[in-house]
T-cell receptor, first 117, second 117 residues
């Protein structure tokens, strides 16, 4: 079974609008971490935001926020005030394993976001 | 800033050739990872390493091997390249604990786009 599911292969949003990219995860561990990465057309992976399973507040980093709903096992990325430069592929990822120090991540298949003027 | 470099951005090889993809990181990270990225499939883990001379199979190790003789360098080897190994290959590294913000996030190289003819 997939550990990370991103159900939106593509999303479109108009500049200055907010957009939500969906992510659900599957784990039986109590301790885990959730990540979002951005991959522009140039190919590099850029870390955006992190949410720990024990964090009580939703993570925020500038225009990015993570809508963490633990009971639903969802970790949606919200981008406020979209910009043309936000057009990219977005990946949700999870690290589980509790005390594991290996830090391997499980990635979703990604969502291609297109911001139009 | 963490820097992860990969030996080539683009590589073209013939079927049956032995191919080496090199990855170097400069932040003394213990963990290093090799992924391949294919459209619609996201990032899939090939191999990872948590220490010099240590390696672990990821989700798709078949047809690949790795080498980690020095902490900063992690090599991916295609023993006999095949056309189905045409893909984008991404290297990443992460610390065992904490990291810059305590997230143990992975830092990625720019990727190598490999074409096997």
């Amino acid at each position: 079974a997939q550990k990370i599911t991103q159900t939106q292969p593509g999303m479109f949003v108009q500049e200055k609008e907010a957009v939500t990219l969906d992510c659900t995860y599957d784990t039986s561990d109590q301790s885990y971490g959730l990540f979002w990465y951005k991959q522009p057309s140039s190919g590099e992976m850029i870390f955006l935001i992190y949410q720990g399973s024990y964090d009580e507040q939703n993570a925020t980093e500038g225009r990015y926020s993570l809508n963490f709903q633990k009971a639903r096992k969802s970790a949606n990325l919200v981008i406020s005030a979209s910009q043309l430069g936000d057009s990219a592929m977005y990946f949700c990822a999870m690290r589980d394993g509790g005390g594991s120090t290996l830090g391997r991540l499980y990635f979703g298949r990604g969502t291609q976001l297109t911001v139009w003027p | 800033d963490v820097k992860v470099t990969q030996s080539s951005r683009y590589l073209v090889k013939r079927t049956g050739e032995k191919v080496f993809l090199e990855c170097v990181q400069d932040m003394d990270h213990e963990n290093m990872f090799w992924y391949r990225q294919d459209p619609g499939l996201g990032l899939r883990l090939i191999y990872f390493s948590y220490d010099v001379k240590m390696k672990e199979k990821g989700d798709i190790p078949e047809g690949y091997s790795v080498s980690r003789e020095k902490k900063e360098r992690f090599s991916l080897i295609l023993e006999s390249a095949s056309t189905n190994q045409t893909s984008m290959y991404l290297c990443a590294s992460s610390p065992t604990s904490g990291g810059r913000r305590g997230y143990n996030e992975q830092f990625f190289g720019p990727g190598t786009r490999l074409t096997v003819l």
